[in-house]
T-cell receptor, first 109, second 114 residues
C-alpha cells in the first residue's frame, strides 16, 4: 500500500518563505505531485516531480529526493491568498494517485 | 466554459434514499475519476474510467455504482444512503491515466445524509 506523511498545519506571515514536507512509502513510485485546495473549493494541480531535484514555477517550487522518499513544496513571498490546504500525492501505479492528508497553511498579516 | 462540472453542488437527503451525482468534462480528456473527501479533508479515490472503461475500483461498497455513457461523462449513483456517506464527492479528469497527467477537479458535491 501507500502512505504519505505531511504536517497537519503550518503558520507563517505575509512575505515569508514556508516549506511543507512530505515523506512517502509506496510499493511503486512514478512521481510526487502537489495540489492546493482553498476552503470550499476544488483541489488544483501545482506541480509534479518525477526525478530528483527542484522544479520552480513562479513563487512555488517543489523538490524530490527519491532515495529519501521525501519531497517538499516551497512557497516564497507568501500572500494571504496562499492560505489553503496543500496535498502531496504519489502515483504508484496505473492511474492511481494517492493523496496525503493535507497541510493547512495559515498566512497572517 | 467550465472544465469539469458536477451537479448538484449540494445534496441533502435522508438515510435509505438513492441519489445520483453527474459529472461532465469538456477538456477532451480520456480519463475520469471519483474521489471522496471526508470531514478531515482526506481525499480517497473511488473509481477511475479510461475511455468509458472502468480501470480502478477501490474498496467501495457496492451501493456505489459509477456509469460512464461516454468519455466526457462519469456519473455516480448511490443506493441506500447511509450517514457515513456524508462527504464531499469530487469528480476529476486527466488527459490520460499516465503517471505525469495532472488531475482537473470539479467543484465538488457536498452530500449530507440525515
Amino acid at each position: 500500500g501507500q502512505s504519505l506523511e505531511q504536517p497537519s498545519e503550518v503558520t507563517a506571515v505575509e512575505g515569508a518563505i514556508v516549506q511543507i514536507n512530505c515523506t512517502y512509502q509506496t510499493s511503486g513510485f512514478y512521481g510526487l505531485s502537489w495540489y492546493q485546495q482553498h476552503d470550499g473549493g476544488a483541489p488544483t494541480f501545482l506541480s509534479y516531480n518525477a526525478l530528483d531535484g527542484l522544479e520552480e514555477t513562479g513563487r512555488f517550487s517543489s523538490f524530490l529526493s527519491r532515495s529519501d522518499s521525501y519531497g517538499y513544496l516551497l512557497l516564497q513571498e507568501l500572500q494571504m491568498k496562499d492560505s489553503a490546504s496543500y496535498f502531496c500525492a504519489v502515483r504508484s501505479g496505473y492511474s492511481t494517485l494517492t493523496f496525503g492528508k493535507g497541510t493547512m497553511l495559515l498566512v497572517s498579516p | 466554459d467550465t472544465a469539469v462540472s458536477q451537479t448538484p453542488k449540494y445534496l441533502v437527503t435522508q438515510m435509505g434514499n438513492d441519489k445520483s451525482i453527474k459529472c461532465e468534462q469538456n477538456l477532451g480528456h480520456d480519463t475520469m475519476y471519483w474521489y471522496k473527501q471526508d470531514s478531515k479533508k482526506f481525499l480517497k479515490i473511488m473509481f477511475s474510467y479510461n475511455n468509458k472503461e472502468l480501470i480502478i475500483n477501490e474498496t467501495v461498497p457496492n451501493r456505489f455504482s459509477p456509469k460512464s455513457p461516454d468519455k466526457a461523462h462519469l456519473n455516480l449513483h448511490i443506493n441506500s444512503l447511509e450517514l457515513g456517506d456524508s462527504a464531499v464527492y469530487f469528480c476529476a479528469s486527466s488527459p490520460n491515466p499516465g503517471r505525469d497527467s495532472p488531475l482537473h477537479f470539479g467543484n465538488g458535491t457536498r452530500l449530507t445524509v440525515t
